[in-house]
């Protein structure tokens, strides 16, 4: 069976969708089966979005993406560091 993936909005719609469903006393396994999704997906999405809101979820997203432009960042100069390195190599005199 092919793997769904869902969007992290969805994710956010069927956890609170799974906790309406144990709010009104049914148990974890049989209100997961009600959206589709195993309770061990249900476990992962609770310890990764559990709490969050629409506009955490965007703020989330702004971190990660700032993250990873500042990572990139770091790569370039640390390219441009070890370039010069080589190059004062090459310039020393060989005594």
């Known amino acids: 069976m092919a793997r769904k993936r869902y969007s992290d909005e969805d994710i ?3 956890l ?3 906790e ?3 709010a009104s006393g049914s148990d974890v396994v049989t209100a ?3 959206v589709g999704v195993s309770d061990a997906t249900y476990y992962n999405w609770r310890k990764r979005f559990g709490g969050m809101g629409k506009s955490q979820l965007s ?3 702004a971190l990660e993406r700032e993250n990873s432009r500042l990572k990139k960042i770091v790569a370039e ?3 441009d560091k070890l370039i010069l ?3 004062l190599d090459f310039l020393k005199p060989k005594a």
């Open 77 to 79: 100069l640390e390219l």
């Open 20 to 22: 309406l469903h144990l």
């Open 32 to 34: 997961c089966r009600a």
């Open 59 to 61: 703020q989330l997203r």
């Open 12 to 14: 956010l719609k069927l």
């Open 85 to 87: 390195k080589e190059s």
């Open 16 to 18: 609170r969708e799974i």
